[in-house]
Every structure is written in structure tokens, then in C-alpha cells.
């Protein structure tokens, strides 16, 4: 939904589609996160036990599909954006696995953050990440 200030409407715009790339008909669920670039577009992490993470561009009413390359689905995640070219993404599955989306190229790149303690009985149930002030 999109809502404009000035004519108080709302505005039904397209929902998250199912993969083109999986063939995965699943609906955003259980372990999704959203997060904005601080621009213009917005990224969501479907959850719901798949890998799949979209960008969608609110102007166009347009999405783009891409597949986290982490080694189990997604159960639960969090993202953050750095206020630069990054956004930062934690996977709750219980498997410890970060990974970061350059925004400018378009892809993923490995993260080597720390380690975070995870066993049965620690999860990770969000994240937060604030840019450096010098």
C-alpha cells in the first residue's frame, strides 16, 4: 500500500510475487524483514523457509528477484542498511551465516563479521547496525 499525505488516499501497489527463480509459490511469512536503502527502495527477505530476497522499486511498482546465497532456507532474519552502499543481512536459522548486498553492484558479498553465539538454546532475534561517526 502506498499512502499520499496530500490527498490522504492509499493506494493498492503489487505484492511480493512468488519466485521466478524457484518456482516457489510461498507468500512472505514467518522470518521476513524489510529494509530501505535510505533512497528509494525497499528490500524484503520473503522468510517463510526459502532463500529468496527482493528489491522493489515504488516508483515503477517494479521487483527484482534474488536468491541468498546462505547454505540452510531462511527460518528468521534481520537486515540492516549502513547508510552507505550496504545492507547487512543475519539469517536466524541457527546457522551463523551473514552475508552483505552491495546496493551499487547489485550482488552479494561475503561478510566475516563475529561470530555470534548459537546453539539450541541462543538465537539471534535481530540486528542493528549504526555507521562509524568520526
Known amino acids: 500500500m502506498e499512502y499520499d499525505v496530500t490527498t490522504n488516499i492509499w493506494t493498492k501497489k503489487s505484492e511480493v510475487p512468488f519466485s521466478y ?12 524483514s524489510i529494509c530501505g536503502d535510505g533512497d ?4 524484503v527477505i520473503k522468510g517463510n523457509n526459502t532463500k529468496e530476497f527482493w528489491r522493489y522499486k515504488p516508483e ?6 534474488y536468491i541468498i546465497p546462505f547454505t540452510k532456507e531462511i527460518k528468521g532474519s534481520s537486515m540492516a542498511f549502513d547508510g552507505s552502499n550496504y545492507i547487512y543481512i543475519i539469517c536466524g536459522s541457527n546457522n551463523n551465516e551473514w ?22 538454546w541462543k538465537k539471534v532475534h535481530g540486528l542493528c547496525v549504526f555507521p562509524a561517526i568520526h
Open 21 to 32: 527463480l524457484t518456482l516457489k509459490k510461498k507468500n512472505v511469512k514467518y522470518g521476513a
Open 40 to 43: 528509494s527502495l525497499i528490500y
Open 60 to 65: 515503477k511498482d517494479s521487483w527484482k528477484e
Open 99 to 120: 552475508i552483505k548486498f552491495n546496493i551499487v553492484a547489485d550482488s552479494f558479498e561475503i561478510c566475516n563479521l563475529a561470530t555470534l553465539p548459537a546453539d539450541k
